[in-house]
Structure formats: C-alpha cells, structure tokens
C-alpha cells in the first residue's frame, strides 16, 4: 500500500508541473522534485492580500506604459500619400474661395458695411498664441554676414509678443559691406485663395495705434504697400518709435501723415503719401549702432480714427521735387 501511495503522489505532482518543451529538452520527470516544492504556496495574510494585489496591477499599468511608449520600428514607415496630399489643398483653396465670395455680397471682411463705416478703433495683430507669431518674420544682418541675433517668442502668460536678441554693429570681413548692425521683424503678407495677394484697407483710419513695452531704444515702424511693380520693393514708409523703457506698457499712436516714404533705407527728396487702402505689411527695425542686448514686447498692433488729428501729410513737395504732383 505505501508503495501504491507514494506512485499516486508522484503522478498528482507530475500532472501539475509545465511540461517539457524543445528549448527546454533537460525539463522531464526530475523537475517533478521542484515542482512539488514550488506548488506549496505560502498563504498571505488577509491584509495583505489586497495590497499585493495593488502591487501586482500597479506592475501591469507600469508595463502597459512602456508599452504605449515603444518606438515605432524603422520597416513600419507611413503612409505618405501626394495625391490626397494636393486633393486636400485645392479643396482648401476653393473652401477659402466661396467664403471670400460669400464675405463679398455680406460686406467688407464678411461684416455689414455700416458697421465697416461707424468702425472707430480696429487691433489688427495681437498675440495670443503660437499661431500670431507664425504672421511674422525675424531678421537681422546675419543674412550678410553680421553677427545680430533677433529671436521671437510668446511673453509672459500668453499675453503678448517678446522680440530680444543681441545688436551687433560689427561689419561682416567679406571685402564688400562697410555697414552692418540691424534686427527686424516683418509681418507677413496676406495671402488669399491659390496664394492670391491681398491688402489691408485702412482708408476710414488716420492713426497707428500699438501697445509697447521697450528698453529705451528707439525703433524704426516701417508700412509697405502693396505694388506688384519689382523696382519698388525696397520702398517703405517709416516713422520713429521711442520706447521708455522700465517696466511699464506705453501706447503708441503715430499719425499715418507723419510717415515718410524712403528707398533702401534712404529718405528721399520727393515724398509721397501713403496709400492706406493698399497696405500689405508692417514691420520694426532696430539699427541704433548701440551693440548690447535689446527686447520689445508688444501686446497688439491696431488702427484708430482720431478726430483731433487733420493733418493730410506732413511733407512739403514742389514742382521740382515732385512734379507729378502738380501736373
């Protein structure tokens, strides 16, 4: 009998261990010696029990994070599709095109006309987002071999726009330029459907309105105006901006009649007023020849109707100067 109990036993063990699989030739019926050791499974207590329980999903949601982060293995490569790629941007183009032709019969800019005319005051850049600074450029004398460095970035909670970097009036040794040290910024042009130019319409407006914060240097405001001719694109409309400095926001307003038309960076002898129904850009430019650090935070960009100001344009012409003037 004790024989017949001790061969029982040793099957009931057997039956409960893995079996052995071709990697593992070595497991046959002497890891029933182990097995029968690791079945006697110790009992937790009931306090515990919920604990390792914890443990255990804790472990199992820890794994299935590392999961979730597994890179992608470089045979799975996406699906890059060029067709649906320009599909997807003509539609957009032609979606653009009917809301232009829809914002048309409703008035300009998609808004009744008498409200368009009793309009007063207008922002039309503010800085709220990523998406506001992508409407802008930053430049500096880097492009010709100068040492400037201008960078853009959002302010402080969001609320506006912080242009700084380092002003370097150091002429770039290439032989050729005599005169370096700027850093600009640009807005960009505005764009309609199938990339069709457009203008700003300022024409119900007489000043620029801005909302600063600088470090006590003075700035260039340059407006461009929309032309399709290639000989005047370096032409530009500027006027000082000087800033204060200190940590108190100041408001800008410079009178459209104040800006003075110039030619690569030159004033020139016959001035001309600025055309306010076709602006396309507007910039700032910093060239003081003052090297060191600089920063301008501007919280908005706008237009505004002053009925105190009545002056048409600042500048004197003659016949001389400008006879198309006084044809």
């Known amino acids: 009998m004790a024989l017949v109990h001790r061969f029982l036993n040793g099957a009931y063990i057997f039956r409960h261990c893995p079996k052995p699989n071709a990697s593992c030739p070595f497991l046959g019926t002497r890891f029933a010696d182990y097995c029968s050791s690791s079945l006697q499974k110790p009992v937790a207590a009931p306090g ?13 949601g820890h794994h299935q994070r590392e999961v979730a982060l597994d890179i992608t293995s470089p045979e799975e490569k996406p699906e890059v599709s060029f067709d649906k790629a320009i599909k997807d941007e003509i ?8 809301d232009d032709l829809v914002n048309h019969w409703i008035g300009p800019e998609g808004r009744p006309l008498h409200e ?8 039309v850049w503010q800085f709220r987002g990523k998406e506001d600074l992508d409407k802008w450029i930053v430049t500096s004398d880097k492009t010709i071999g100068g040492r400037s460095e201008v960078f853009l970035k959002m302010g402080k909670n969001n609320q506006s726009a912080l242009l700084y970097g380092t002003l370097s009036s150091e002429a770039p040794k290439d032989g050729e330029s005599g005169r370096s040290g700027y850093c600009a910024m640009v807005a960009r042009s505005p ?36 032309t399709d001719i290639i000989q005047r694109k370096n032409q530009m409309y500027s006027y000082f901006m000087f800033t204060r400095g200190g940590p108190y926001w100041q408001e800008v307003k410079i009178p459209f009649s ?17 055309l306010l129904d076709k602006i ?3 910039g700032f430019t910093l060239a003081d020849k003052v090297d060191g650090p600089f920063f301008l935070e501007i919280d908005f960009i706008g237009v505004f109707t002053d009925p105190a100001h009545t002056e048409e344009f600042a500048y004197e012409n003659s016949p001389e100067l400008n006879p198309r003037l006084f044809k």
């Open 280 to 282: 396309s850009s507007i």
């Open 91 to 98: 539609k957009d183009h032609f979606r653009r095109l009917k």
């Open 48 to 60: 515990k029990t919920s604990s390792q329980r914890n443990s255990e999903g804790d472990l199992q």
């Open 258 to 274: 104040k800006f003075f038309f110039s030619n690569q960076g030159r004033i020139r002898d016959a001035q001309y007023q600025l």
């Open 191 to 226: 764009r309609g459907p199938f990339e069709r130019k457009r203008a700003y319409d300022w024409s119900q407006f007489n000043t620029l309105y801005l909302r600063v914060r600088g470090d006590g240097r003075p700035w260039m405001v340059n407006i461009r105006e929309d």
């Open 116 to 123: 368009v005319l009793l309009e007063q005051a207008k922002v």
